[in-house]
């Protein structure tokens, strides 16, 4: 199908534009020793996302991951014809195939165009999920927007990709404990996004040995004083003090996780303004100025990235004051009479 006006522009071409040219992070990181972690991320995931509305689709798609990891533990390559087999599980379908028609998504703002020969480059893109000479985290990010952007199903992408990255990650024998955080609208155009993908899965691998050496749960101490911050129920010094007192792979972890929050609470680019405001920047400061233009999400992603220590302790200062406005707005839309949120409960505490 050709671009017309009125229609979407091709988001698979696209990505397969930038998908070369995406500058893939470094990652110092080693994968968790073995043993399974204490939380299975995956399975927590798709329970969060479809358990209450949808307990069959829920039971299928979980079948579907226990054949995934199955598949990954005899180390078989990935294929079209192995996510078909457990697609057909996803969908309890018979019959499982490469989508025959262009595919549209996010409301029909994106639209994956299909050729001759578009099943045969998703194939040669899958068996790049192997590449010898790129990490584990990006091989991973990129396999999961390949899928993202192929749209190879008629249906059931997004739990397809999800399936996906379980399937590279447990081939290599790792296993998360956490995949929230990497739940947030991804864009086709956006090289600086995927590499932020492998950045935040570099972290979430490093954390799972983190946490199995510490002997740290998924809720911990960084989770409450987090939220505590938010709510004002700890001064935004003792907070400094704490985050400059991690080193720099903790801060990276802390603010990925903060901009994973504030996308949750549902923060808006009407909120610049104010939460610049509340966490004392001047609009010229770097973080600041990101706020204030382009798409929320993209914007709240490129602020958690930040890497000069001043840098990164302004954006600290500045996605807590998100996070405070956006989950303020959420309490009281949603949570007023009661919730499940258990950081909604610390001030009862």
Not at 122 to 132: D, I
Not at 154 to 161: K, L, P, Q, V
Not at 181 to 189: F, S, V
């Amino acid at each position: 199908m050709t671009f017309r006006p009125g229609q979407p522009k091709d988001s698979l071409a696209d990505w397969l534009r930038i998908r070369t040219k995406v500058s893939w992070p470094s990652w110092c990181g080693a994968h968790p020793d073995s043993g399974a972690p204490a939380s299975d991320g995956f399975r927590n995931f798709f329970m969060a996302m479809r358990g209450g509305r949808d307990s069959e689709g829920t039971a299928r798609v979980l079948t579907a991951l226990g054949l995934a990891l199955a598949d990954a533990e005899q180390d078989r390559p990935l294929t079209f014809a192995l996510m078909a087999k457990w697609q057909r599980t996803v969908l309890g379908h018979e019959l499982v195939g490469f989508r025959t028609t262009p595919a549209f998504a996010k409301g029909g703002r994106e639209r994956y165009g299909l050729a001759p020969d578009t099943r045969a480059v998703f194939e040669r893109c899958l068996s790049e999920s192997t590449q010898p000479d790129l990490l584990l985290p990006s091989r991973a990010a990129r396999t999961y927007l390949d899928i993202l952007f192929f749209h190879p199903f008629e249906d059931g992408n997004a739990r397809a990709a999800m399936l996906a990255l379980a399937f590279v990650l447990a081939r290599e024998g790792v296993l998360l404990d956490q995949v929230r955080p990497l739940q947030t609208t991804r864009w086709a155009d956006d090289a600086e996004g995927a590499a932020d993908l492998a950045v935040l899965l570099g972290i979430l691998i490093t954390a799972v040995e983190r946490r199995r050496c510490y002997g740290m749960g998924v809720m911990n101490e960084r989770d409450v004083l987090l939220n505590e911050l938010a709510q004002g129920l700890r001064p935004m010094s003792e907070g400094i003090e704490w985050f400059d007192g991690l080193d720099q792979e903790e801060q990276s972890e802390v603010l990925l996780f903060l901009r994973h929050h504030c996308v949750q609470a549902r923060a808006v680019a009407e909120d610049a303004s104010e939460s610049i405001r509340r966490a004392g920047l001047r609009p010229t400061h770097t973080p600041a100025v990101l706020i204030s233009r382009g798409r929320i999400d993209e914007q709240l992603g490129k602020i958690a990235s930040l890497t000069p220590p001043d840098e990164r302790r302004k954006a600290f200062r500045l996605l807590i004051a998100v996070l405070t406005i956006a989950d303020a707005r959420r309490r009281e839309r949603f949570c007023s009479d009661s919730c499940s949120h258990w950081w909604h409960r610390l001030s009862i505490a």
